[in-house]
C-alpha cells in the first residue's frame, strides 16, 4: 500500500535513536531519529492527515506492508536519510527505558527484541515511572504489530520469531512471566500447527490430524502395540499390589484421594476429570520396557521437570529415603505419564496415567512458577505446518465441491 511518509511520521511518529555503523570508529553512532510502525490504526491515522497535504506522487512513495516501519534519521553530516525496513527485521532503534535498578538504558525494540521491550516498558508503570509520549507511542506501535501478525500468521509475510512473538504476547498478558524451553520461532510454529488441526477438526472431526480428543488411542491400545498385557488380554486379570487387589478405579482413587497431587500435578497437566483418565499397576520390568519403546516419544522441558519435583515433593515429603521417577510421553494423540516411587517399587510396581494430549492444558501453575505445557520434541517442521495445510484446503474444496453438489441435486 501506499502511504504518505510525511503524514505517517507527523501523525504517529515517535522520536529514538538510530544506530548507524561508523567508518571512522568500527563501532556504531547514535543518529537521532523518528519512526513509526505500520499498523491499522497509524495507516488510518495517516489517509485522513494526508488528505489535507498538497499534491503528491505515489510513484516515489514505498510500498508499505503492515508490520513495517519507517526511519527518518539525521546523518552525521547533517543530511536527512529515510529508511524503510520490513516487518520483523531489526531496524536497529533504541529507546531509553528505567530498569529494576532505578537507571535508564538503552534498549532495542524491532526485530527479536519487540517482545522483550513491550514487557521493559509496561515494566516501568510499576516502578513508579510513567511512559513518556514517544514510549507510550511505541509500546503502541508494538502492539498494533502483534495484533496484526496474529490475526494473519503467515510465514510467507511476517518471520516465524514474530509470530511466534505475537502469539507469546497473549500468553505473557494472561499469566505474566512463563517458563519455556522453546524459541519465540518454534512457539510460532507450534501455534501455527495446531491452529489448522483445529480448523481440520471443524471441518472434519473425526480427522487423525485433527485436535479432537475423540480420534486419540487409548492407555490399552499403547500397551499391545509395545507388548504389555492389559486386562483386557488376560481375560479381565486384576493386577495386585503388595497382595491387594488394584483397579483401574483405585488408581484413579490413589491420585483424586491426594489433594494437593490432584489440584497442583494432575489438574495444572490435564482437563480430563481425575475419574476419566487411564491408569495402571505394571510391573517393574513393564515399567522399563514402557520407556525403552517409547523413548523416541519422550517429552522434555520445563514443565515437564517442575511437575516431576511438585509429584515428588508431595508423595515424598512424610519418607525419608524416598525415591521417585517421572516420565511423560506422547503417542497416538495421548499423553502418558509414568511413575515409579520407592512405594511401589517395594512390591514390584509402578503406575501409568493417561489422558488425551488435546486436553493438555497449555500453561500450568506448578508451585510458584507458571510453565508453557510444550516441549522442544512436539515443534513441527515447516513441511509438516505446509503438509497440515494442504490438507485443510483438500477438506474445504471438498466440502465446498459437496455443497455444490448438493445445490445441483435441490435444483434438478
Known amino acids: 500500500m501506499k502511504i504518505h511518509t510525511k503524514?505517517?511520521?507527523?501523525?504517529?511518529?515517535?522520536?529514538?535513536?538510530?544506530?548507524?555503523?561508523?567508518?571512522e570508529t568500527g563501532g556504531y553512532a547514535e543518529l537521532d531519529a523518528r519512526a513509526v510502525f505500520i499498523?491499522?490504526?497509524?495507516?488510518?491515522?495517516?489517509?485522513?492527515?494526508?488528505?489535507?497535504?498538497?499534491p503528491f506522487d505515489p510513484s516515489r512513495l514505498p510500498s508499505l506492508r503492515y508490520g513495517d516501519i519507517l526511519?527518518?534519521?539525521a546523518r552525521p553530516d547533517g543530511q536527512k536519510e529515510g529508511l524503510h525496513i520490513p516487518a520483523g527485521r531489526d531496524a536497529g532503534l533504541v529507546v531509553p527505558v528505567t530498569g529494576s535498578d532505578g537507571f535508564d538504558r538503552q534498549i532495542p525494540f524491532t526485530g527479536r527484541h519487540m517482545?522483550?521491550?513491550?514487557?521493559?516498558?509496561?515494566?516501568?508503570?510499576?516502578r513508579g515511572r510513567q511512559l513518556n509520549a514517544d514510549q507510550r507511542t511505541i509500546l503502541e506501535g508494538i502492539q498494533g504489530v502483534f495484533e496484526i501478525v496474529?490475526?494473519?500468521?503467515?510465514?510467507?509475510?511476517f518471520s516465524e520469531e514474530l509470530i511466534g512473538q505475537a502469539f507469546m504476547c497473549s500468553l505473557l498478558d494472561h499469566a505474566g512471566r512463563i517458563g519455556t524451553s522453546i524459541s519465540d520461532a518454534e512457539f510460532g510454529r507450534k501455534a501455527r500447527a495446531d491452529m489448522i488441526r483445529a480448523q481440520i477438526t471443524r471441518v472434519r472431526p473425526d480427522h487423525p490430524d485433527g485436535?479432537?480428543?475423540?480420534?486419540?488411542?487409548?492407555?490399552?491400545?499403547?500397551?499391545?502395540?509395545?507388548?504389555i498385557r492389559t486386562s483386557a488380554q488376560s481375560g479381565g486379570e486384576i493386577r495386585s499390589i503388595g497382595g491387594m487387589e488394584v483397579t483401574d478405579e483405585a488408581l484413579r482413587g490413589m491420585i483424586m484421594s491426594n489433594e494437593r497431587l490432584?489440584?497442583?500435578?494432575?489438574g495444572a497437566l490435564t482437563a480430563t476429570p481425575l475419574s476419566r483418565l487411564g491408569a495402571a499397576a505394571v510391573s517393574s520390568m513393564e515399567y522399563d520396557l514402557l520407556a525403552d519403546e517409547l523413548s523416541d516419544r519422550a517429552l522434555t522441558g520445563q514443565w515437564v521437570d517442575r511437575a516431576q519435583r511438585r509429584a515428588q515433593e508431595i508423595t515424598g515429603e512424610q519418607m525419608p529415603g524416598y525415591t521417585f521417577e517421572m516420565k511423560v510421553f506422547s503417542v497416538d494423540g495421548i499423553d502418558i505419564l509414568a511413575i515409579r516411587d520407592s512405594v511401589g517399587s517395594a512390591s514390584g510396581q509402578a503406575f501409568v496415567y493417561s489422558w488425551p494430549?488435546?486436553?493438555?492444558?497449555?500453561?500450568?501453575?506448578?508451585?510458584?512458577e507458571t510453565v508453557l505445557n510444550i516441549s522442544p520434541e512436539e515443534i513441527p517442521g515447516e513441511e509438516e505446518v505446509k503438509r497440515l495445510q494442504g490438507i485443510l484446503d483438500s477438506l474445504i474444496g471438498d466440502q465446498a465441491l459437496e455443497a455444490a453438489h448438493g445445490r445441483a441435486i435441490r435444483m434438478a
Open 7 to 23: 503524514a505517517l511520521l507527523d501523525t504517529c511518529g515517535f522520536a529514538c535513536k538510530s544506530l548507524a555503523s561508523d567508518p
Open 39 to 54: 499498523t491499522e490504526d497509524s495507516v488510518e491515522r495517516a489517509r485522513a492527515a494526508q488528505v489535507g497535504l498538497a
Open 71 to 73: 526511519i527518518s534519521r
Open 115 to 126: 517482545l522483550s521491550a513491550r514487557q521493559q516498558l509496561l515494566a516501568m508503570g510499576p
Open 150 to 157: 496474529a490475526a494473519k500468521a503467515d510465514p510467507a509475510v
Open 211 to 227: 485436535l479432537s480428543a475423540a480420534a486419540a488411542a487409548d492407555l490399552d491400545e499403547v500397551f499391545q502395540d509395545i507388548g
Open 262 to 266: 490432584s489440584r497442583e500435578v494432575f
Open 357 to 368: 494430549t488435546a486436553d493438555r492444558i497449555p500453561l500450568a501453575e506448578i508451585g510458584n
